[in-house]
């Protein structure tokens, strides 16, 4: 009705696209092309909502993107006259997949294909289930739109034809969780927000699946994210947590974190990501970094390097995790010990140098500390990071030398 | 999903695997191959969605700094050593992984050269450092 307030913002509009989107490929059109059309529908659906708001705006988006469809399928018959008449026929045969489960589930595992790249499949994530335009996911990787378009549209044609299995296999969830967390870690930049989209597609997938681990990369992004606001100054500099302000940190946000966390470690079925949202938490706890429970840290890195058989080289991350959380149980010296460990695998990565850089700072060896930033600095990939381990290099040779 | 940059020069950088004379000295349809290699390269990585810049660089080159306060810039007026280094262009891409970037980098380098053989040019390949802060904490 005319003059009834805007009810359909643009966040409302992309929240229907899964859903949509899976109606359309399930009942057998090409992934590709239904992507197509309902990006069509959605330019329409901007242009005339405002006027004419729908009653049904789910059946409304499918039934323009299904016209829009037919119509590309006209033209191209037109072009091969043969095919005229099974044009009119409903396609068979594109998508043999059951029914049942969630629509934003079925796309996940769509969009996450084991078999592309991982750019692809953050892009594809991002268009298809997040709803993002092809310009936005663009400036997120600060690369052209021409590129962007080029990556989703090859990733798109990879999927076209029918599936070759069913994909809802467990091994595919841990690749979604694993393309999401890219999403969140991947951070935000102009106008998109990615940890906050990130955030918004591991809902969802919580509430389309059981599985703990869902909920475990929930929380953990919640419980990380908590802490962003007291990440950086003023000046856009980083603030390690020992220095954070903890009264910046979102405790409504710690508090779902927390209880994501509880509801996936009462499945008894542990996994990595419930284990570092558990790390997440403590530190989320820790009313000063002094408060901070170190030893149960260390506990729950055990069970998280127990994950593999060889931590070493198929988990270097936690391993080097864990001698921080060593350092401060046992000694920055026992720390130190863990780290010789990784100097094959991670000797030529900042990370290790920059957490050896702080184990020798709280062993008081502010000589090597210097040392051991300077050559993290070297090795960073990342301005802000490096700026920042150029300063603690600094600040290391300053005391050493007795100055302020 | 890091970027790298592909630098090529004109001169400088490691002993060349093949020396060959200035370009201007080539047959014309050699000169001819090779610029239509640098366009495929491009046109290829367009393509494979993992294009971000390319740009060439004239060799005329000015050394310009601070003149101090209330003076002007101060410039130098060459000629420069022969030996320095003088960069030619570049390529700038977007790719999955360091590998990715090296196999790219080589296929650079097979550019055709006088003869229509490989350059082999050596081609220098940096990672572009990331400007966003990652959005976890160090430890």
């Not at chain 1, 663009?138 to 798109?156: C, G, H, L, N, W």
């Not at chain 1, 599985?211 to 919640?222: T, V, Y």
């Not at chain 1, 991670?346 to 500390?369: I, M, N, T």
Request: negative net charge; charged residues 25%.
């Amino acid at each position: 009705m005319i003059g009834e307030p805007l009810a359909w913002d643009e966040a409302a509009l992309r929240a229907l696209v899964p859903r949509v989107l899976a109606g359309l490929v399930r009942r057998g059109e090409d992934f590709d092309a239904a992507e197509d059309a309902l990006q069509e529908a959605l330019l329409e659906a901007l242009r005339v909502w405002p006027e004419h708001p729908p009653r049904d705006a789910h059946a409304w988006l499918s039934t323009v993107a299904t016209r829009r469809l037919v119509d590309a399928r006209r033209s191209e018959a037109a072009r091969q006259r043969r095919e005229e008449a099974v044009e009119a026929e409903p396609r068979v045969g594109g998508a043999v997949i059951a029914e049942e489960g969630d629509d934003t589930l079925f796309l996940l595992f769509c969009c996450c294909h084991p078999e592309l790249p991982p750019a692809s499949q953050v892009a594809l994530t991002l268009r298809a289930v997040g709803g993002l335009t092809t310009r936005e996911i663009a400036d997120a990787f600060y690369v052209p739109e021409a590129t962007m378009a080029q990556r989703i549209s090859r990733a798109k044609r990879a999927l076209a034809g029918p599936p070759a299995r069913r994909l809802d296999q467990p091994g595919d969830l841990a690749v979604v969780l694993r393309v999401l967390y890219l999403v969140y870690t991947t951070g935000h930049a102009g106008r998109v927000d990615l940890t906050g989209e990130a955030i918004r597609l591991a809902r969802q997938l919580t509430l389309a699946t059981e599985e703990p681990e869902a909920r475990g990369l929930l929380a953990l992004m919640l419980l990380n994210h908590a802490r962003l606001p007291a990440r950086f100054d003023s000046e856009g500099r980083i603030v390690t947590l020992d220095r954070q302000d903890r009264g910046l940190w979102d405790t409504r946000e710690i508090a779902e974190g927390v209880r994501v966390l509880q509801s996936a470690l009462a499945l008894e079925r542990p996994g990595r990501y419930q284990i570092e949202a558990a790390i997440a938490a403590l530190h989320d706890d820790a009313a000063g970094a002094e408060e901070t429970d170190w030893p149960q840290i260390l506990a729950f890195y055990d069970d998280l390097v127990a994950l593999t058989d060889d931590p070493v080289r198929q988990d270097p991350a936690a391993v080097l995790g864990r001698a921080v959380a060593v350092g401060h149980v046992r000694g920055p010296a026992a720390g130190l010990l863990e780290t010789d460990r990784l100097r094959e695998v991670l000797g030529d990565r900042h990370r290790w140098h920059a957490v050896r850089g702080h184990l020798y700072e709280l062993d008081g060896d502010l000589p090597a500390a210097a040392t051991a930033y300077v050559e993290a600095a070297r090795l960073a990939t990342n301005v802000a990071e490096r700026d920042h381990l150029v300063r603690q290099a600094a600040r290391m040779r300053a005391a050493a030398a007795g100055r302020p | 999903m890091p970027k790298y940059l592909l630098l090529k020069r004109y001169r400088g950088g490691p002993e060349p695997h093949r020396p060959v004379p200035p370009i201007d000295q080539w047959a014309p349809e050699d000169v001819e191959a090779h610029t239509a290699f640098q366009h495929h390269v491009s046109e290829l990585l367009e393509s494979n969605g993992e294009y971000v810049d390319a740009q060439a660089l004239s060799p005329a080159r000015t050394f310009v700094r601070y003149g101090g306060p209330d003076a002007a810039p101060v410039t130098t007026d060459g000629p420069h050593p022969e030996t320095s280094d003088l960069i030619a262009g570049w390529w700038i891409i977007d790719v999955d992984s360091h590998e990715r970037a090296v196999e790219l980098a080589a296929y650079v380098s097979s550019e055709p050269g006088p003869g229509g053989e490989p350059l082999y040019e050596w081609i220098d390949v940096r990672e572009v450092m990331w400007e966003r802060p990652r959005t976890t904490d160090p430890a």
